[in-house]
């Protein structure tokens, strides 16, 4: 009988300990460094099963706001980064459009990282609350912050345009493996929206 009394008290006191604001503001911190580790692919200090325990806890403790806030700025501030990088990239045309897809790539991997690692949050909080899911979130953040950037999307469309145009009338490809690039941009488009590609695909260059 007081062994279970023990055990009570002890899993109130870790109750107790997990819902204090010092303890909410830790572990929401590990999340966010956690998510800056993952898209830097350093994943020296990425414990999954820490994070789970400590996304999990946040939840069932009521601390979901907290949570998917610092999930999402920790995410956003990501996509402006590889943003900023993209913007600022030399090359254009083939080139650039290489840097695109690997960006992206590297982009859908670390939301398919920190959608496992918050995956109680995504299910039970998020349809709860009426938030966006973390994929799609992911999706409207690179839609948004990468895709419909003045720069790049200028950039996108004055290399994608005459690439595809080019291989459709005489299926000329001129460096190897560039055959792969329209194919992997209008996937890429494609996921964001039917309109999000439109907005590409059926845009004028500055040339026309």
């Not at 898209?39 to 020296?44: E, I, K, N, R, V």
């Not at 900023?84 to 045309?93: N, R, V």
């Not at 670390?110 to 918050?118: L, N, P, Q, T």
């Not at 995956?119 to 799609?136: I, K, L, N, Q």
Request: charged share 25%.
């Amino acid at each position: 009988m007081s062994t279970g009394h023990q055990f009570s008290a002890a899993a109130f006191r870790r109750q107790e300990a997990d819902a204090n604001p010092d303890v909410v503001a830790v572990n929401c911190k590990a999340m966010t460094d956690a998510i800056r580790d993952i898209y830097a692919q350093d994943m020296t200090n990425v414990i999954f099963g820490d994070l789970y325990r400590r996304a999990y806890s946040l939840v069932i403790h009521k601390r979901g706001e907290e949570l998917y806030s610092a999930v999402e700025a920790a995410m956003a501030s990501e996509v402006q980064a590889l943003a900023g990088s993209l913007a600022a990239a030399g090359p254009s045309g083939q080139s650039f459009l290489r840097e695109l897809l690997a960006t992206w790539r590297r982009h859908t991997a670390a939301v398919s990282a920190i959608r496992d690692i918050v995956m109680y949050m995504d299910r039970t909080f998020v349809p709860a609350t009426g938030r966006t899911p973390v994929r799609e979130l992911g999706l409207g953040l690179w839609r948004d912050g990468v895709v419909r950037s003045d720069t790049i999307r200028l950039r996108l469309v004055e290399a994608v345009r005459p690439e595809k145009a080019r291989q459709e009338e005489d299926g000329v490809v001129d460096v190897p493996g560039s055959g792969d690039l329209v194919p992997g941009v209008t996937e890429m488009l494609t996921e964001l929206g039917a309109d999000v590609c439109c907005e590409v695909m059926d845009a004028p260059t500055v040339s026309s």
